[in-house]
Nanobody, 114 residues
Framework: QVQLVESGGGLVQPGGSLRLSCAAS????????MGWYRQAPGKQRELVAT???????TYADSMKGRFTISRDNAKNTVYLQMNSLQPEDTAVYYC????????WGQGIQVTVSS
């Protein structure tokens, strides 16, 4: 069992930035492929970004250039730096262990509004 705890969400004005953190339990974090997903009201959950155990990253097209995923294996933590936020980025953001197991965090609210 892997527990994931997200933090760093909240209310931000359009054009602002936030950094989400996701802390994972256990001692094998460095072998996990990790991801961030989001779900806006009335919409399906969608992929935001992934980072492999190797450090290789992928992004959804709409997030490229604005969002950056990173990880700190010493802290068992994956991050999502979000810049130039817009109202359409409002969603609950979820952290996920993609491989070798499938675990989800509880999610954290990000609201972009003036």
């Amino acid at each position: 069992q892997v527990q994931l705890v997200e933090s760093g969400g909240g209310l931000v004005q359009p054009g602002g930035s936030l950094r989400l953190s996701c802390a994972a339990s256990g001692s094998r974090f460095r072998i996990y492929d990790m991801g961030w997903y989001r779900q806006a009201p009335g919409k399906q959950r969608e992929l935001v970004a992934t980072i492999a155990s190797s450090g290789e990253t992928t992004y959804a097209d709409s997030m490229k250039g604005r969002f950056t995923i990173s990880r700190d294996n010493a802290k068992n933590t994956v991050y999502l730096q979000m810049n130039s936020l817009q109202p359409e980025d409002t969603a609950v953001y979820y952290c996920r262990v993609i491989t070798p197991w499938n675990y989800w965090g509880q999610g954290i609210q990000v609201t972009v509004s003036s």
